[in-house]
């Protein structure tokens, strides 16, 4: 008799192991989570459209490990996909709108090559904020075109944050795993937190950003979600590949001991929360200080105005330059931004029936990469916060900063520290305020990924189990 008579309540670790042990078979692992999509998404709408091939991809799975080929490292574990990213197969690389509803890519991202080489099964292709949240000012989190509406794991009629609005549901509602989502500036980590899941916002370009629709080349990155550090941390390593160059010349710090003795964590203070959630964020700081960590706190960042402008200039120039170039190189019926603008403009009532087009409309009105105004918008925002985090690092002696993530059903902004200047954060949840998970974010200097993860999986330890939503499930 099969001792785990459910495989959608393993992580991602316990399931690969119970794949490889022949106690699940990876066929009936993908349709477990196939039917649980069925039952638990309705209510949901997290996923955008399930993968046609999976069951074949899971039955090849299985034959391979009873030839005895070697198991991969997410060998049959399901993964879902933001739908922003290419899968050169039957599923759409939608970016959630209608204007690309039929488009299909010819070649996986890397990304996505690397899941496959490592004995992934490909399950769905998840919903998310339309375009990643860059077509309007007054976008509407988790909706697209598309795909409708996708509601918070833990009350559906509430804000599941964006963009990666879909990945972050589907893995907190265990529809899978595993998730990829993608962020410009707090599209992981802020999903991640309002439903209460594990994401990682990875040092811009440790993962290839090639085959993802893009907003900004400088901020653009991909990254894992999952239930547990440890999970995410697999999944990240996946995606990632062999070390880069860069890498390599900045070894990896680990650590070594069960606490935190030694680590210097600066505590994060202007950003503005609400009372009940800065009594939240100030009982995770007391559960580092507990494990051994030195607290240096307040830590005043010093992000102004200027800077938020300067980031927002840069989004616009580099995401017509970037979304030009990917409609270039791929078969999407589209040419160019200024297509797209009339497409939207020409199909108002279902493309935009509640909000417009701002941002596409001031991104094409952007001259170029090569005039003064993006370098000079450059140097202030993304040279301008590694000035800023750097400085913070440098003046406290710290190995990471801590920062809230998010309000119940809301982000808080701090996802910019990370995010404009490139550098990796790791999101958390730490309680529940009003039945909604709260979060907090570890950041790190470029490439410390794996210093973030130890910091971030003996948090979770001392944290204990997070409540899981409660979910009913709701025919088609």
Not at 159 to 176: F, I, K, Q
Not at 431 to 454: H, K, M, N, S, Y
Not at 462 to 474: I, N, Q, S, V
Request: net charge negative.
């Amino acid at each position: 008799m099969n001792p785990d008579p459910d495989p959608t309540l393993l992580s991602a670790i316990e399931l690969g192991q119970a794949i490889a042990a022949g106690r699940f078979s990876a066929h009936e692992t993908a349709s477990a989570f196939l039917e649980r999509i069925a039952t638990i998404d309705p209510a949901l709408n997290a996923v955008i459209e399930t993968n046609p091939a999976a069951p074949g991809i899971a039955e090849a799975r299985d034959a391979a490990l009873a030839q005895g080929a070697q198991p991969g490292r997410l060998h049959g574990v399901p993964v879902i996909l933001k739908a922003n990213i290419d899968t050169a197969d039957d599923m759409a690389t939608s970016a959630g709108s209608l204007a690309l509803a039929d488009h299909q890519a010819l070649t996986d991202a890397q990304l996505v090559r690397r899941l496959r080489d490592e004995g992934a099964v490909l399950l769905a292709k998840a919903n998310l904020s339309e375009w990643a949240n860059f077509r309007s000012t007054a976008a509407i989190d988790g909706w697209s075109s598309l795909g409708g509406q996708t509601g918070n794991a833990y009350q559906p009629s509430r804000s599941p944050s964006g963009s990666s609005s879909g990945s972050a549901v589907a893995v907190a509602a265990r529809l899978a795993p595993l998730a990829v989502g993608t962020e410009t500036d707090g599209s992981i980590v802020c999903p991640a937190g309002v439903n209460g899941v594990v994401g990682i916002k990875p040092t811009a370009g440790l993962v290839r950003r090639d085959g993802i629709v893009p907003i900004a080349a400088s901020q653009d990155t991909a990254g894992p979600m999952a239930r547990n550090v440890r999970d995410a941390a697999l999944l990240l390593d996946v995606m990632a590949g062999p070390a880069t160059s860069r890498a390599a010349s900045a070894p990896a710090r680990r650590l070594e001991q069960a606490d935190l003795a030694g680590v210097r964590i600066g505590v994060v203070r202007d950003c503005d929360v609400p009372a009940e959630v800065e009594d939240a964020f100030e009982a995770a700081a007391q559960a580092l200080a507990r494990l051994g960590a030195k607290r240096l706190d307040p830590v005043l960042v010093g992000v102004d105005e200027g800077l938020r402008e300067a980031a927002r200039q840069v989004l616009l120039f580099e995401f017509k330059d970037g979304l030009n170039r990917y409609l270039a190189e791929h078969r999407t019926g589209f040419s160019s931004l200024a297509e797209l603008i009339e497409y939207n403009a020409a199909q108002a009532e279902t493309v935009m029936p509640c909000f417009g087009q701002e941002l596409f409309l001031a991104a094409q009105a952007t001259a170029g990469l090569e005039v003064p105004e993006y370098r000079t918008a450059l140097a202030g925002s993304v040279m301008a916060m590694r000035n800023l985090v750097g400085r913070a690092f440098e003046a406290h002696g710290l190995d990471a900063l801590l920062a809230p993530v998010n309000v119940p059903a809301g982000g808080v902004g701090s996802s910019s520290l990370a995010a404009v200047g490139g550098y990796p954060s790791v999101a958390v949840p730490w309680t529940l305020v009003d039945d909604l998970p709260i979060a907090v974010a570890f950041v790190g200097r470029p490439l410390a990924e794996q210093l973030l993860i130890d910091i971030a999986t003996r948090f979770e330890e001392e944290r204990g189990e997070f409540p899981p939503p409660l979910l009913e499930p709701k025919s088609r």
